[in-house]
């Protein structure tokens, strides 16, 4: 158990300029792919049809449902620094599949995106969320009830 949380919590050994790096990191990219995400949202909740793709067989409104998940609740996450890596997962798979499933056959340019926000999301996994999350705080009560 203490390996998982160490894996999923910790936020990090890092000095306060790095820290407020990747809190800066995290709150750009954070609010950019929510702002992505939210008119994805606003589809699903919406009483239009759902116009969306169905990249890997999953069917339109369980691919939106997904994407969604990933770019508005895991940026959220993503943004506050709470259970950063495992947020992480679902960013990642909606990157891969946009860069390499949904844009296999575009050029370069449409994938580029994607891949970009990818190697951000890498960047974050593995360097942790840093001193300014509550992925730090989670982790310190965690160590000291352990």
């Given at each position: 158990?203490?390996?998982?949380?160490?894996?999923?919590?910790?936020?990090?050994?890092?000095?306060?300029?790095?820290?407020?790096a990747?809190?800066?990191?995290?709150?750009?990219?954070?609010?950019?792919?929510?702002?992505?995400?939210?008119?994805?949202?606003?589809?699903?909740?919406?009483?239009?049809?759902?116009?969306?793709?169905?990249?890997?067989?999953?069917?339109?409104t369980?691919?939106?449902?997904?994407?969604?998940?990933a770019?508005?609740?895991?940026?959220?996450?993503?943004?506050?620094?709470?259970?950063?890596?495992?947020?992480?997962?679902?960013?990642?798979?909606?990157?891969?599949?946009?860069?390499?499933?949904?844009?296999?056959?575009?050029?370069?340019?449409?994938?580029?995106?994607?891949?970009?926000?990818?190697?951000?999301?890498?960047?974050?996994?593995?360097?942790?969320?840093?001193?300014?999350?509550?992925?730090?705080?989670?982790?310190?009560?965690?160590?000291?009830?352990?």
């Amino acid at each position: 158990m203490k390996k998982i949380i160490n894996f999923f919590f910790n936020p990090g050994d890092h000095a306060v300029t790095t820290s407020s790096a990747l809190l800066l990191l995290r709150l750009i990219v954070g609010v950019f792919m929510l702002t992505h995400g939210v008119g994805k949202f606003m589809m699903l909740v919406g009483d239009g049809p759902i116009r969306f793709v169905d990249p890997i067989g999953l069917g339109v409104t369980a691919s939106l449902i997904l994407v969604v998940f990933a770019e508005v609740f895991c940026s959220i996450l993503l943004i506050v620094g709470v259970a950063t890596r495992l947020a992480l997962i679902p960013l990642f798979i909606t990157m891969l599949v946009a860069a390499l499933i949904f844009h296999a056959s575009d050029t370069f340019a449409k994938k580029e995106m994607p891949l970009l926000y990818l190697t951000i999301y890498i960047v974050i996994a593995m360097t942790g969320a840093g001193k300014f999350s509550i992925d730090r705080w989670i982790y310190r009560r965690l160590r000291k009830s352990g």
